[in-house]
């Protein structure tokens, strides 16, 4: 028996490219927004079209509650890629406090509004022994009883991360454990490395959820609002799904971004840092 291929050519459909936001702004920190524009399914990707996808003539404003606002910045970060964000200069993230993102490119308008929630209660952060060579990194919280809660972790381990980056399973709510101390564990998770090119654990035998007993790991525990944790839980859910042929992957885009996609996130955040 002989096999037989047929070559298929798949025509794109009519495509409109869409501003793409991705977007937050953090207690004490400066706010730092990513531009892009989106590309058809069919595109082919390689590290030069990612960055052609990348808007950098934006004029993007940042307004607090208090009518406070300033234009961002277009800065180089190496460690992202496209390596380039707009970031505030001088505002910085508040508790409690509500900021408005409008993005003005060429004819188009795209905005937001995300809020910085209260801090979370966090007991503690602290290593247990996995193996002679390895760790888990266990957190407790004291969950408020009074309001719905929304919790997103997200690692820094030393020497090995070029930034922080969200944890494995990253986002709680306190639905099963409302007004209750809970403690749950912090788990590895690798860099984002879309293109392949780092490969940072390719000399690290380690389980997928545990940490080296000779890593030092800052970790950052954030709550988020009720929109935030929506619209990140349905990306997660939706890159989780496109790994399994068997799960179906929702076909509407999670966002909080009018007249584009993407997020724009307050974080009330705290860090502790880890080692054995």
């Given at each position: 028996?002989?096999?037989c291929?047929k ?6 459909v009519?495509?409109e490219s ?15 927004v ?6 058809p399914?069919?595109t ?8 052609n996808?990348?808007?950098n003539?934006?004029?993007v ?10 234009v961002l910045?277009?800065t180089?970060?190496k460690?992202?890629f496209?390596p380039f964000?707009?970031?505030t200069i001088?505002?910085?993230g508040?508790?409690?406090?509500t900021?408005?993102l ?7 308008v795209?905005?937001?509004v995300t809020t910085?929630?209260s801090l979370?209660e966090?007991?503690g952060?602290k ?6 060579s390895?760790?888990?990194i266990?957190a407790?919280?004291?969950?408020h009883?009074l309001?719905?809660n ?5 690692i ?5 991360d070029?930034r922080f980056h969200?944890s ?6 306190d639905?099963?454990y ?5 403690t ?7 860099q984002?490395d879309p293109?392949g090119?780092h ?10 959820d545990e940490f ?5 790991v800052l970790?950052k525990?954030s ?8 619209v990140?839980?349905g990306?997660y ?9 068997f799960t179906?992957?929702?076909q509407q ?11 724009w996130t307050g974080?009330?955040?705290q860090q ?5």
């Open positions: 028996m002989a096999a291929s070559d298929i050519a798949l025509d794109q009519d495509y869409k501003i793409v936001v991705d977007g937050w702004i953090e207690n004490g920190q400066t706010a730092n990513f531009l892009t524009m989106s590309s399914f069919l082919d990707y390689d590290s030069a079209s990612i960055r996808t990348f808007l003539y934006a004029k404003t940042i307004t607090n509650g208090k009518g406070v606002s300033e910045t277009l180089r970060r460690e992202f496209p964000v707009y970031k001088n505002m910085k508040e508790v409690g406090e900021y408005f409008e993005v003005i490119y060429q004819n188009r795209v905005e937001s910085i929630p979370p966090v007991d952060v290593a247990v022994a996995a193996s002679d390895s760790m888990v266990m407790t919280m004291n969950d009883a309001e719905a929304y919790y997103y972790s997200q820094f381990t030393y020497h090995f070029t969200p494995d399973k990253p986002l709680k709510n639905r099963l409302n007004g209750e101390v809970h749950f564990q912090i788990k590895r998770s690798d984002p293109l090119i490969n940072i654990n390719s000399e690290r035998a380690l389980k997928p080296a007993m000779t890593d030092t970790v525990i709550q988020i609002d009720a929109a935030a944790y929506q990140l839980n990306m859910v939706d890159h989780l799904g496109q790994n399994s042929p179906f992957v929702d885009t999670h966002t909080n971004i009018k007249g584009g996609i993407g997020r974080l009330a955040s502790f840092l880890v080692y054995n």
